[in-house]
């Protein structure tokens, strides 16, 4: 069984601290997804990463795929209010086939402060 | 372009009553998946359709299924509901090729089982 750990669950900060979520797993995904959840809302795709190795910055957020592609993280600099939301990371678990299962990580929500 | 719609937002239904929810993926997108998500599992993934044929499926009992229609449209049912099926349903588009797995997410149905 795929599975995709997250950490930390919950974090709580003030407006203007960096954080770093990670996503891990035992298994090689051809690709991981970072969404942004918020409630009520489905999620929304921030980023794909498809190379070990790969960094990826989109304005204040980084994201990496780790070299063996079991593993990311995400790299929020001086955060504010409007990035609170539920962070999910997602494998696609069919290496190379043509489904488009995706495993999700058990999730991280990030509070915000102002 | 109009994003993933799904209908309705809300049901309230009882123990077992069955119940079905519908999804109308992006506008050309063939692959429609469904995902059940609750505080407790996370987000997990219940099947994919692609040309109205199941693709993948999950690890749900078989009183969870689905279908897909000539447009791409898809339903998902739920017969003799338990009150562990409430959760929030979660549709998603894919456009399939190249980018087989980045998937576009509807705001999701709210299934309260009483």
């Known amino acids: 069984t795929q599975l995709l750990e997250q950490s930390p669950q919950f974090l709580s900060i003030q407006e203007g601290e960096n954080l770093t979520v990670y996503c891990n797993s035992s298994s090689v995904f051809s690709s991981l997804q970072w969404y942004r959840q918020e409630p009520g809302e489905g999620p929304v795709l921030l980023v794909t990463?498809?190379?070990?190795?790969e960094v990826k910055k989109l304005k204040r957020l980084t994201f990496q795929f780790g070299d063996a592609r079991k593993d990311s993280s995400l790299h929020i600099t001086a955060a504010q209010p409007g990035d609170t939301g539920l962070y999910l990371c997602a494998g696609a678990a069919n290496y190379g086939g043509a489904t488009n299962k995706l495993i999700f990580g058990t999730g991280t929500l990030l509070a915000v402060q102002p | 372009k109009a994003g993933v719609t799904q209908t309705p937002r809300y049901l309230i239904k009882t123990r077992g009553q069955q119940v079905t929810l519908s999804c109308s993926p992006i506008?050309?997108?063939?692959?429609v998946s469904w995902y059940q998500q609750t505080p407790g599992q996370g987000l997990q993934f219940l099947f994919e359709y692609f040309s109205e044929t199941q693709r993948n499926k999950g690890n749900f009992p078989g009183r969870f299924s689905g279908r897909q229609f000539s447009n791409s449209r898809s339903e998902m049912n739920v017969s003799t509901l338990e009150l562990g099926d409430s959760a929030l349903y979660l549709c998603?588009?894919?456009?399939?090729?190249?980018?087989?797995?980045?998937?576009?997410f509807g705001a999701g149905t709210r299934l309260s089982v009483l």
């Open positions: 506008s050309g997108h063939r692959s």
């Open positions: 990463v498809v190379t070990g190795g």
């Open positions: 998603a588009s894919s456009p399939g090729g190249a980018a087989k797995n980045i998937q576009y």
